[in-house]
């Protein structure tokens, strides 16, 4: 995956998360390339419009089936599902460039955190801020 923008510009991160059967505890950890963060638009300092955006790529999965919470971090993003419905799940976040330069994205990390035997990964990448 070659990911391509510019200093300062804001883009919308979609995971999908398929899984055959009804699984419990799962997470996702989705490492971040450098030169980018995670924008989380509940804070004050935000753009409405970015937390508008945002609400319109993205349908809210139901409390119970989906993923219900995240943690943001300067590397990375996680989210948690204590029930996950057999099916396919989406979440979406909102990421910005920060500084130029060429970076490798790593995989994406799925797992069902108790049962050890229940995970996958995607492919890593690379990622392009130009000035």
């Not at 945002?54 to 919470?69: I, V």
């Not at 460039?97 to 955190?113: D, I, K, L």
Request: proline share 5%.
């Amino acid at each position: 995956v070659l990911v391509c923008l510019t200093a300062g510009a804001r883009a919308v991160v979609t995971l999908t998360v398929k899984t055959d059967q009804d699984r419990t505890f799962v997470a996702v950890n989705d490492p971040l390339p450098g030169g980018f963060e995670v924008v989380d638009p509940t804070f004050q300092t935000e753009s409405e419009e970015d937390a508008r955006h945002l609400q319109e790529s993205t349908a809210r999965a139901p409390y119970w089936g989906g993923f219900q919470r995240s943690e943001n971090y300067d590397d990375r993003i996680q989210i948690f599902a204590d029930f996950l419905s057999a099916g396919e799940h989406t979440y979406s976040y909102l990421i910005q460039a920060t500084t130029p330069g060429q970076f490798r994205s790593p995989a994406t990390f799925v797992e069902a955190m108790y049962e050890p035997e229940v995970f996958g990964r995607t492919a890593s990448g690379s990622a392009e801020i130009k000035r």
